[in-house]
């Protein structure tokens, strides 16, 4: 390893850990519980930062070492969450793993959303656990996530991310 690779790998950590602290700004929004009905509970806020990381990953296709870099960033924080709540070292591997399940889970469904319904119905399993009365909610969270795709995809690279307006 080069004094260069080492250089290249702090900028990517820098520049992971700038996206990261973007998605957890924007997933902390009041507009997805107080609006959107999400819980606001450590799993609802689990939700919709899955959400906006699956968008800024998805942004970073082809940026192979910035995408590792963000899920880097992602499960160091997940770790202190777990710490922060109390977490010992014996039961971190197990809680971590829970974790991976369910965010790798998250970004599988929102993937293979075909169309803004189907990414509905995948809002509405993952975000809203199922529960009936989401159904426009949801539908405003998948317009949300479409324009900010669009967005993500359009922005130059090593510009901030910028998931758009807030969904209404």
Do not use: W
Not at 60 to 71: K, N, P, Q, T, Y
Not at 95 to 122: N, Q, T, V
Request: proline share 4%; charged share 25%; glycine share 10%.
């Amino acid at each position: 390893m080069t004094i260069a690779d080492l250089f290249r790998k702090g900028n990517r950590r820098r520049q992971a850990e700038g996206l990261y602290a973007a998605l957890v700004a924007r997933a902390r929004a009041p507009v997805f519980f107080v609006s959107l009905g999400v819980s606001d509970t450590p799993d609802g806020r689990f939700d919709v930062l899955a959400l906006h990381a699956f968008l800024a990953l998805e942004g970073l296709r082809g940026r192979g070492d910035l995408a590792e870099a963000l899920v880097a960033a992602l499960f160091r924080g997940f770790e202190d969450a777990l710490r922060d709540q109390g977490a010992g070292d014996i039961g971190m591997v197990k809680s971590l793993k829970k974790i991976a399940d369910a965010f790798y889970g998250r970004l599988k469904a929102y993937g293979e959303a075909a169309d803004e319904a189907a990414f509905a119905a995948a809002l509405t399993r993952n975000l809203y656990r199922g529960e009936a009365g989401h159904e426009g909610q949801a539908r405003a969270l998948a317009r949300y996530a479409a324009c900010a795709r669009a967005r993500i995809a359009a922005r130059e690279p090593g510009s901030p991310l910028d998931f758009g307006p807030k969904p209404e």
